[in-house]
């Protein structure tokens, strides 16, 4: 791990092999250990899943029983974005982004396809509350758009930081507002009422599907947008 | 009804909150609304402190969703001991930070100023949300929520030397979340679930959970730097911007120090091992001296101090040997050690803080040049002065009272050779602590009167590094109280 | 050998392979792909094991672990990348000093102040 560059002499390579196989029959031995039978919760998942407002059992443990997790790991992807801004990145344009820019191909396939993507991540989002899929899967496409539409140089970024962060934060915000909210009615934190509960994480998947979507193509993009921005607007004066 | 006297989900509410209206503003505006909610947590920590007093052990379901289907927030009396260590240095270091002057540029958006807010907060939320875990794997996202913050802080101000740091930190933490992820799979697909109290109770001492208990180990080991997992530290430590430093080395190492105890003594106690247990206290023993004996090679101030914690890590892992040999002597031990982490964490961040404040006033990092700066920042070396007393272990500071229980244990257990490391330590330590204040009063008849470059040093900086000694030299009077603090909830019986 | 050790023997494979391409490699890219790739290895093996017994549903929380795991790593992943960027920009190679390998370390000074 002290990185002594790429471990080039043969003997020191031998060594690094040998142990490494070492470790890795140590770890096969103890895979071939593990349990055969399913030790796991679904048992206790099952019997709970009508009180917990929706019909997969994945967006349930997710959004509800274990919700708790979920909310710190969307504050993970916030960390993330605020982490790589601090960094400060000088904006660079590759050649190949120059290129992918220019390239009247890109362009037509983006204004094609970013309609159907976003279209896809609302579905994807909407169908996670009964079958595979939820906000994660959805923010993913919605990224996935995000980062063609960074790609053909074809959006704006906005000049103003205020409207972009309101966006990244909001599904952090709402899922926060809510959890903390039901302390109000005299539940534990993160408690839904039964009742409520669908309409509840509908509302938190639908915004963390845009803050997610727009998280991770600005993790992409990696530059402050603000100072993209003016990089962009400098090349387009150009 | 509402349910908002439910003190412990605060600490870890509070900062969350606020991150979202630092996120939103800009420089000043986040610096305010973080000391705001420094405040706050404050508060609830004290809050949740006298809860605890008062009703003993406290414990939340969140989302009503009992284990094991749910997570559990957790609250004992070793929780409240290290969500008060963490409100205290967090909060002053805090004021410290509204007074530091970050190097890097940038406009009040988007400057090395501006980023400490966001992300310090987020590393508060990390801690806070360790400290009340009750479940394997939401420990294992507090671990990551601390990692990535503490790295990127460490990066902070576009330094060279910081920036590599960082990198190195940053593959460590990434190579010690994956063992302790590993470890974390390999656990539930054996036990099928997540809860520490389940899983201590259906724990069995197959092969599976031997790896994975090494796993962990290893992974947590390298996060908190134990000898000889501790190179990428004293780098990452003595770059990084001085507030930063005085987080990282005060309570970011601790936080997977806790990990380590709760899952040792009360998920696993059964594989504590008289060898394993000794092995961790060798390992200790050798990072105290060689930690120690680096310090006393070091030519540079932050340096010292950030090898003094590779040091002083170590006396934390003496606890494992001294601790799990049972009968009366383990709770002073355990007690011992655990209270020196508290200890620790404010003399060693009023250390970085007094430390960076003489370097930001001479301009320069070097001993040599520290000479005459009492005469100019008396507050500062004063600091300096006191928190070096605690990490000797004088008394009546924290440092002594930890040390003292843990030499005591260490003699009752017999381990004499235990007992040789913690005085061989105090001695390395007042070796170095004297060597910087020999370099600050002590001036070569020949030398240039030294001119300083800012004479004007913000008062706020002096004034929370005073503070902050001042916390960790009483804090030995306070061990009444706080050790019958710390046994509320205590893995041992018959104390 | 059931299908669930199968995947759980190639996971530890994986895993192990995830570890010697993180030390044997100095380019901090491919020490970030390493670092991916041993992730993948423990998705893997939780994926596995939530499915054990073939007739049953299989159990949501590894896939929920799983989840979260991935979020997690792309966080990481995404911030490595941007540092290798910075590193890059400041010492002209994506690699950590000490380590030079055997190319000339030519500055390129990117980084605008």
């Given at each position: 791990m002290r990185g002594r560059a790429n471990i080039t002499q043969l003997w020191t390579r031998v060594i690094l092999v040998v142990c490494s196989v070492v470790f890795g029959l140590g770890l096969v031995w103890t895979a071939l250990a593990l349990p055969q039978e399913a030790t796991g919760l679904a048992r206790v998942v099952k019997p709970r899943m009508p009180e917990s407002?929706?019909?997969?059992p994945v967006t349930a443990v997710l959004l509800n029983f274990r919700g708790y997790d979920t909310l710190l790991e969307i504050g993970v992807l916030l960390l993330a974005i605020i982490a790589v801004w601090s960094l400060r990145l000088a904006p660079t344009r590759t050649a190949l982004e120059r290129f992918m820019a220019e390239t009247p191909v890109l362009a037509y396939l983006v204004r094609l396809l970013v309609p159907v993507m976003l279209l896809v991540a609302g579905y994807l989002t909407w169908i996670g509350s009964s079958r595979a899929g939820g906000a994660f899967q959805g923010g993913a496409v919605v990224a996935g758009a995000g980062v063609l539409l960074l790609l053909a140089a074809m959006v704006p970024l906005p000049r103003r930081r205020r409207l972009l962060r309101s966006l990244l934060v909001m599904g952090f915000g709402l899922f926060l507002a809510v959890a903390g909210g039901m302390l109000l009615l005299g539940?534990?934190?993160?408690?839904?009422?039964p009742e409520r509960a669908y309409i509840l994480i509908l509302a938190i998947e639908t915004l963390l599907t845009v803050s997610i979507g727009l998280t991770l193509a600005l993790l992409f993009l990696g530059v402050i947008p603000e100072v993209a921005a003016i990089q962009q607007r400098r090349e387009d004066n150009v | 009804m509402d349910n908002l006297g439910t003190w412990i989900v605060w600490p870890i509410l509070l900062p969350l909150i606020a991150i979202i209206p630092i996120f939103l503003r800009k420089r000043s505006g986040a610096a305010n609304v973080s000391l705001v909610t420094a405040a706050a947590i404050v508060l609830a920590v004290a809050g949740l402190a006298r809860q605890v007093l008062t009703n003993g052990e406290q414990s939340h379901a969140v989302g009503g969703w009992d284990a094991p289907l749910g997570i559990m927030l957790h609250a004992d009396g070793l929780s409240v001991f290290m969500l008060m260590m963490t409100a205290i240095v967090g909060a002053i270091t805090s004021i410290y930070a509204a007074g530091y002057r970050f190097q890097g540029g940038g406009d009040s958006g988007s400057s090395s100023g501006y980023f400490f807010w966001p992300l310090s907060m987020f590393l508060w939320a990390a801690l806070n949300v360790l400290f009340l875990a009750a479940d394997i794997f939401n420990l294992y996202i507090g671990l990551e929520l601390l990692s990535l913050a503490a790295v990127a802080l460490v990066t902070l101000e576009r330094k060279r030397d910081a920036t590599v740091a960082g990198m190195r930190y940053l593959l460590a933490s990434f190579l010690g979340s994956l063992a302790y992820l590993l470890g974390v799979a390999l656990l539930y697909t054996a036990f099928?679930?997540?809860?520490l109290e389940l899983l201590g109770a259906r724990i069995q001492p197959d092969l599976p959970t031997a790896v994975a208990i090494m796993l962990i180990t290893l992974g947590t080991a390298l996060k908190t730097a134990l000898f000889p997992l501790h190179f990428w530290l004293p780098p990452a430590h003595g770059s990084a911007p001085t507030p930063v430093s005085a987080l990282l080395s005060a309570l970011v190492v601790k936080a997977s120090f806790y990990l380590l105890l709760r899952l040792w003594f009360e998920v696993f106690p059964a594989a504590l091992t008289p060898a394993i247990a000794q092995m961790l206290g060798l390992l200790g023993a050798i990072g105290i001296l060689w930690g120690s004996f680096l310090a006393l090679r070091q030519h540079k101030l932050k340096a010292l101090v950030a090898f003094s914690t590779v040091a002083q890590v170590g006396y934390l892992f003496l606890l494992f040997p001294l601790a799990s040999t049972?009968?009366?002597?383990g709770v002073d031990a355990w007690s011992g050690g655990v209270y020196h982490a508290f200890a620790h964490a404010c003399a060693k961040a009023a250390m970085f803080m007094a430390a960076g404040t003489l370097a930001y006033a001479i301009g320069s990092d070097q001993l040599?040049?520290?000479?005459?700066t009492f005469q100019h920042y008396p507050f500062s070396v004063t600091a300096l002065t006191l928190a070096g007393v605690s990490l000797m272990g004088l008394p009546p500071s924290g440092g002594f009272i930890g040390k003292w229980l843990l030499l005591n244990s260490a003699l009752a257990s017999g381990q004499w050779w235990f007992a040789l490391v913690i005085l061989t330590g105090s001695l390395l330590a007042t070796g170095y602590v004297t060597m910087v204040l020999s370099h600050i009063l002590l001036r070569p008849p020949d030398a240039a009167p030294i001119e300083p470059r800012?004479?004007?040093?913000?008062f706020t900086l002096e004034f929370a590094a005073l503070l902050l000694a001042l916390i960790a030299l009483g804090l030995g009077l306070a061990a009444t109280p706080m050790l019958a603090l710390l046994r509320i909830g205590m893995p041992f019986t018959g104390y | 050998m059931s299908q669930f050790s199968l995947y759980a023997v190639i996971s530890m494979l994986i895993f192990s392979i995830g570890l010697y391409g993180f030390i044997a490699h100095a380019h901090l890219v491919r020490k970030i792909l390493a670092v991916n790739i041993m992730g993948s290895a423990i998705f893997l093996l939780l994926i596995s094991a939530a499915r054990r017994d073939p007739t049953a549903p299989p159990d949501p929380v590894p896939h929920a672990m799983v989840l979260t795991g991935i979020v997690v790593s792309v966080s990481f992943t995404a911030f490595a990348l941007a540092l290798t960027r910075r590193i890059y920009a400041e010492t002209g190679q994506a690699y950590l000093p000490e380590t030079e390998p055997a190319i000339s370390a030519q500055k390129q000074d990117i980084v605008q102040k």
């Open positions: 407002g929706v019909t997969n539940n534990n934190l993160l408690e839904y009422p | 099928g679930t997540l809860d049972s009968a009366g002597w040599d040049h520290l000479a005459g800012n004479t004007r040093v913000s | -």
